[in-house]
C-alpha cells in the first residue's frame, strides 16, 4: 500500500484542481466576479497557509518576518506576478472560455518556463543533443496547441449538425468567438506569469525564506493587492456580496484545498517520488475536468479545442522526456539545481495560483492553474 500512496495523493490533486475550474465556472456564471473571487480566495488561503507556515517553523519566527528590505521586494513583486495577475488572467479566461480550454493552458507552463530559463542562462540547449532537440520541439509543439485553441474553435463533437462554417469555423467575426480567444489568450499571459514566478523563486528561496514561508507570505501580501485593485474596478459593494451557500463553499474549497491541501499532497510527493512524478499528472487535470464539463456544466467539447489540448499535452511530455535527461547526461549547474528544487517544493500553489522543484523544470515540474 505504501507504494500507492503517491499515486494516490497526486490523483487527489488533480481532481481538487478539476473540481476548483468547475466550481469556479459555475460561480462565474451565476454572476460572481472573477476579480472578488481572487480576493476571497486568498484571503481563505492566507487563513490556512499562515498558522501551517507558524507552525513549521516555529523555531525561526523572527527569520519569518524580517526578511529585510530586498527580500520583502522581491516577494513583493513575486507575490504581484506569480499569484494576484496570475489568478486575475486565469479566471477572467476562465470566464470567457472554458473549465477544460483552462486546465489544457496550465500544460504550457513547462515550456514556457523552458523558453525563459534558457533567455536568461538557467537552462542550456545544446543543438547536437536529441534531449535538447525534444525540449525545443515540446515546446514549439504546446506553443502550437495553445494558438488553435485560442483561434479555433472547430464544430461541436457531440453535435452531427453542423451549421454553415462547418469544420472552419474560426470564430473570429462573432461576440462569441471574440471572447474564446481573448479568454484562451488570457490563460496563455496566466501560464507566462506562473513561469515568471518560478524564476523568480530562484532568488527569493536560495536568499530570503522557504518556499512554505514565501507562499504564506505571498497570499497575504496578494491578498492586499487583489483587494485594493478590485476595490477599484468593482466598487458596488453589491458586487462583493456572497449571496448563497454555494458561493460561500466555493470560495472556502478553493482557498483552503485548492491551496493548503493541495500544496501539502504534492510537497509531500514530489519529496517520495520527484518532481517529475508529479508533473506526469498534470494532463489529468484536463481529461477529468472536460469530461465532468461536459456531463456537470453541459459545456460543448468543440473539435480545435480538443485537438489543442492534445497537442499541448504531447508538447509537455516531450519536454518532459527531453528535461529528464539532463541529469543523467551533463552535470546541472548550481543556480539550475537551486532552481529545479524551488520549482518542486511550490508546484501545488495554483495560489502564488487553481495552482513545482528540482532541476529548472524541475524536471519538468509545474503547476495553476
Given at each position: 500500500m505504501?507504494?500507492?500512496?503517491?499515486l494516490?495523493?497526486?490523483?487527489?490533486?488533480?481532481?481538487?484542481?478539476?473540481?476548483?475550474?468547475?466550481?469556479?465556472?459555475?460561480?462565474?456564471s451565476?454572476?460572481?466576479?472573477?476579480?472578488?473571487?481572487?480576493?476571497?480566495?486568498?484571503?481563505?488561503?492566507?487563513?490556512?497557509?499562515?498558522?501551517?507556515?507558524?507552525?513549521?517553523?516555529?523555531?525561526?519566527?523572527?527569520?519569518?518576518?524580517?526578511?529585510?528590505?530586498?527580500?520583502?521586494?522581491?516577494?513583493f513583486?513575486?507575490?504581484?506576478?506569480?499569484?494576484?495577475?496570475?489568478?486575475?488572467?486565469?479566471?477572467?479566461?476562465?470566464?470567457?472560455?472554458?473549465?477544460?480550454?483552462?486546465?489544457?493552458?496550465?500544460?504550457?507552463?513547462?515550456?514556457?518556463?523552458?523558453?525563459?530559463a534558457?533567455?536568461?542562462?538557467?537552462?542550456?540547449?545544446?543543438?547536437?543533443?536529441?534531449?535538447?532537440?525534444?525540449?525545443i520541439?515540446?515546446?514549439?509543439?504546446?506553443?502550437?496547441?495553445?494558438?488553435?485553441?485560442?483561434?479555433?474553435?472547430?464544430?461541436?463533437?457531440?453535435?452531427?449538425?453542423?451549421?454553415?462554417?462547418?469544420?472552419?469555423?474560426?470564430?473570429?467575426?462573432?461576440?462569441?468567438?471574440?471572447?474564446?480567444?481573448?479568454?484562451?489568450?488570457?490563460?496563455?499571459?496566466s501560464?507566462?506569469?506562473?513561469?515568471?514566478w518560478?524564476?523568480?523563486?530562484?532568488?527569493?528561496?536560495?536568499?530570503?525564506?522557504?518556499?512554505?514561508?514565501?507562499?504564506?507570505?505571498?497570499?497575504?501580501?496578494?491578498?492586499?493587492?487583489?483587494?485594493?485593485?478590485?476595490?477599484?474596478?468593482?466598487?458596488?459593494?453589491?458586487?462583493?456580496?456572497?449571496?448563497?451557500?454555494?458561493?460561500?463553499?466555493?470560495?472556502?474549497?478553493?482557498?483552503?484545498?485548492?491551496?493548503?491541501?493541495?500544496?501539502?499532497?504534492?510537497?509531500?510527493?514530489?519529496?517520495?517520488?520527484?518532481?517529475?512524478?508529479?508533473?506526469?499528472?498534470?494532463?489529468?487535470?484536463?481529461?477529468?475536468?472536460?469530461?465532468?464539463?461536459?456531463?456537470?456544466?453541459?459545456?460543448?467539447?468543440?473539435?480545435?479545442?480538443?485537438?489543442?489540448?492534445?497537442?499541448?499535452?504531447?508538447?509537455?511530455?516531450?519536454?518532459?522526456?527531453?528535461?529528464?535527461?539532463?541529469?543523467?547526461?551533463?552535470?546541472?549547474?548550481?543556480?539550475?539545481?537551486?532552481?529545479?528544487?524551488?520549482?518542486?517544493?511550490?508546484?501545488?500553489?495554483?495560489?502564488?495560483?487553481?495552482?513545482i522543484?528540482?532541476?529548472?523544470?524541475?524536471?519538468?515540474?509545474?503547476?495553476?492553474?
Open positions: 505504501e507504494d500507492h500512496k503517491p494516490a495523493a497526486m490523483v487527489v490533486v488533480q481532481c481538487i484542481y478539476a473540481a476548483m475550474a468547475l466550481w469556479a465556472k459555475a460561480l462565474f451565476g454572476g460572481m466576479s472573477p476579480m472578488v473571487f481572487v480576493v476571497y480566495r486568498q484571503a481563505i488561503a492566507t487563513l490556512v497557509l499562515v498558522p501551517i507556515a507558524t507552525l513549521g517553523n516555529r523555531k525561526k519566527l523572527k527569520e519569518m518576518v524580517c526578511i529585510g528590505t530586498t527580500g520583502f521586494a522581491l516577494v513583486v513575486a507575490s504581484l506576478v506569480g499569484a494576484t495577475t496570475n489568478q486575475y488572467l486565469y479566471y477572467q479566461g476562465l470566464n470567457l472560455g472554458s473549465s477544460s480550454m483552462a486546465t489544457a493552458m496550465t500544460n504550457l507552463i513547462p515550456a514556457i518556463t523552458f523558453v525563459m534558457t533567455s536568461v542562462g538557467l537552462e542550456s540547449v545544446e543543438i547536437r543533443r536529441p534531449r535538447s532537440m525534444a525540449k520541439f515540446g515546446t514549439a509543439v504546446c506553443v502550437g496547441g495553445a494558438m488553435v485553441m485560442a483561434f479555433y474553435k472547430g464544430p461541436k463533437l457531440l453535435n452531427h449538425s453542423l451549421g454553415a462554417g462547418g469544420l472552419y469555423d474560426v470564430l473570429l467575426y462573432s461576440s462569441a468567438g471574440r471572447n474564446w480567444v481573448i479568454g484562451a489568450l488570457l490563460l496563455v499571459g501560464s507566462s506569469c506562473w513561469s515568471l518560478l524564476i523568480l523563486q530562484v532568488p527569493i528561496c536560495k536568499s530570503y525564506v522557504d518556499p512554505l514561508t514565501l507562499s504564506a507570505w505571498m497570499c497575504f501580501l496578494s491578498m492586499g493587492q487583489s483587494a485594493l485593485l478590485t476595490s477599484f474596478v468593482v466598487p458596488d459593494l453589491d458586487d462583493w456580496k456572497i449571496h448563497s451557500l454555494f458561493e460561500l463553499m466555493g470560495c472556502i474549497f478553493a482557498g483552503a484545498f485548492g491551496s493548503g491541501v493541495t500544496f501539502y499532497l504534492q510537497s509531500w510527493c514530489i519529496t517520495v517520488r520527484g518532481p517529475l512524478y508529479s508533473a506526469m499528472f498534470n494532463p489529468l487535470c484536463t481529461v477529468i475536468t472536460t469530461v465532468l464539463a461536459t456531463l456537470i456544466l453541459h459545456e460543448q467539447p468543440h473539435a480545435g479545442s480538443m485537438l489543442g489540448a492534445i497537442a499541448v499535452v504531447a508538447g509537455l511530455y516531450i519536454v518532459l522526456w527531453g528535461k529528464a535527461g539532463d541529469s543523467k547526461n551533463q552535470r546541472v549547474p548550481a543556480d539550475t539545481v537551486d532552481l529545479e528544487k524551488t520549482l518542486a517544493r511550490s508546484e501545488s500553489q495554483l495560489d502564488a495560483s487553481s495552482t522543484t528540482e532541476p529548472l523544470l524541475a524536471d519538468g515540474n509545474l503547476t495553476e492553474k
